[in-house]
């Protein structure tokens, strides 16, 4: 899953959805939760050196199989 969650962040930098600096941040947590739509993978990562403490931290959701579902900085 952590492959999955770096290639998906990856293509978030590159297309400037994310700030180039997220590119050197690895996952700090997976976990599964309740979704919508019953289980999916929860993937953390934390940029501590963040200049904007509400996007230190940077959540990714996919399905059970791995298909990315969103990304954003709640968690929700």
């Not at 990856?10 to 400037?16: E, I, M, R």
């Not at 690895?26 to 953390?44: A, D, F, N, S, Y």
Request: hydrophobic letters at 35%; proline letters at 3%; charged letters at 30%.
């Amino acid at each position: 899953m952590s492959g999955c969650a770096a290639q998906r962040k990856d293509a978030l930098v590159k297309s400037g959805k994310l700030d180039a600096a997220w590119r050197a941040v690895k996952p700090e947590k997976i976990e599964t939760v309740e979704g919508k739509k019953g289980k999916e993978w929860k993937v953390t990562f934390k940029d501590t050196a963040a200049k904007d403490k509400t996007k230190e931290t940077l959540y990714m959701f996919f399905t059970q199989p791995g298909n990315f579902i969103a990304a954003n900085f709640t968690g929700q």
